[in-house]
């Protein structure tokens, strides 16, 4: 984490931040048309400026505002605490949505937790200046502050309108409030963002379907235009590979995926563990749309799961695995087979793509194969997969009973 709040502060860092179309906005600028009047100017990132294409929702840069009112050296500072603060918030949450107080399921979310602090997705996203930590931290504190009346009808809906900045990460894992019966607070969240675009297009004179529109363009040109792929076999990618000449052959593969995983999801959380549920919900998280390889910190959800529940050993093996080798294989094999060509440009060894190929497959067989699994597995569904405060004192007992008959053996064979 050290390592990556020193490369965020380097002049040419934090150069995912959209600080620029922030501070833009503040001033009264529509940033998707500044972008699209000059969609060929160089992406250039230095120590007094930053210009990413500003291919987020226009009404989420409203959560960044703090940050476009100061000056791009200072909110360059700003932002890398707060992405580093996100991350510690990340595994406190994680931790709780583990096992009560106390307890050994507590003690293996922290394990998570403090590995995803230790890979280089959590090191990238606060090099980068990227959101998924941010977005990431609001949607679990959402979840947290709606346990508390008090807090469910305010402060839980904010958060999640502010998770919803990164999107195509967050929204999957937003049906957790509908498994749960919490769907108020989702629908307090895009009742936010409509009012905040009613805002917005006063605010910039421009009408709503505009603003929706030169949002597409925008993301289209800055993801496409400009050839950006993503470094992960996302769904969108491999309807590329599919059927480049069928456009909706991603959308569709993305649909199929987050159907199947919500549909699983749904039959676990619905009166089970929430963690489970926010477990199954990270495969299209991290998979479904257009993804780098720094938004799989969200794997830190099912990993949390899988080490926290006395689950057969398999499945320990499974996730973790995934997991392992997206955190860290990845950028040993980058490390090895890859050179930079400047910014999110370079070119691959071709050990390098049959390596970063492998993890990818390997990824999305191991992820269907998991759904599969849970879902045919009644253990997995319901009241089963609820963690009660008895079944950690149970794993407790039993990891005593193992040191106890270690002793015992060792005195036998003495």
């Known amino acids: 984490m050290g390592k990556a709040v020193s490369n965020a502060l380097r002049p040419d860092r934090s150069d995912d931040f959209q600080w620029d179309a922030v501070s833009r906005l503040v001033q009264g600028e529509n940033p998707y048309r500044v972008f699209l009047d000059a969609p060929d100017r160089p992406r250039v990132t230095t120590a007094t400026a930053n210009n990413p294409p500003p291919n987020y929702p226009i009404t989420g840069f409203v959560f960044l505002i703090p940050y476009g009112l100061l000056d791009w050296s200072a909110a360059k500072v700003a932002w890398a605490a707060t992405n580093l603060g996100c991350a510690i918030f990340i595994v406190i949450a994680l931790a709780r949505l583990a096992g009560p107080a106390g307890s050994v399921a507590r003690l293996w979310g922290v394990v998570a937790g403090c590995l995803m602090l230790c890979s280089a997705p959590a090191r990238d996203q606060i090099s980068a200046g990227q959101h ?50 919490r769907w108020r607070e ?37 993801l496409f235009g400009l050839g950006l792929y993503s470094n992960v076999w996302d769904t969108l990618a491999i309807g590329r590979a599919l059927g480049p000449e069928w456009p909706v052959m991603g959308p569709a593969i993305s649909l199929v995926c987050l ?5 699983v ?13 926010l477990g199954l919900l990270a495969i299209p ?7 780098f390889r720094y938004d799989f910190v969200v ?55 049959v390596g970063i190929g492998v993890i990818s497959g390997f990824t999305w067989l191991v992820m269907a194969w998991w759904l599969a699994r849970v879902a045919t597995r009644p253990s997995f569904l319901g009241e089963a997969s609820e963690v009660r405060p008895a079944s950690h004192h149970m794993l407790s007992r039993r990891v005593g009973r193992r040191h106890v008959q270690r002793a015992d053996a060792r005195d036998r064979r003495g």
């Open 132 to 181: 998924t930590l941010f977005s990431l931290a609001c949607l679990l504190g959402a979840w947290m502050a709606g346990e508390k009346p008090s807090l469910r009808r305010w402060l839980s809906p904010m958060l999640i309108a502010a998770a919803w900045l990164k999107f195509s990460v967050t929204v999957p894992l937003t049906l957790i409030f509908l498994i749960r019966g």
């Open 186 to 222: 989702a629908a307090g969240a895009l009742a936010i963002h409509v009012g905040l675009l009613g805002l917005l297009c006063g605010w910039l004179r421009t009408g709503p379907l505009d603003l929706v529109g030169q949002f597409i363009d925008t993301t289209r040109i800055g």
């Open 259 to 263: 159907m199947a995983a919500a549909v």
């Open 265 to 277: 999801a749904w039959r676990v959380g619905r009166t089970g563990d929430p963690l489970a549920a």
């Open 285 to 291: 998280a991290c998979l479904v749309g257009f993804h």
């Open 299 to 353: 794997l830190a959800l099912p990993l949390a799961w899988v080490l926290s529940r006395p689950l057969p050993r398999i499945d320990h093996a499974a996730v973790g695995s995934v997991a392992l080798a997206n955190w860290f294989g990845a950028r040993w094999i980058e490390k090895l087979f890859y050179q930079s060509a400047g910014g999110p440009y370079g070119n691959w060894d071709t050990a390098g793509i």
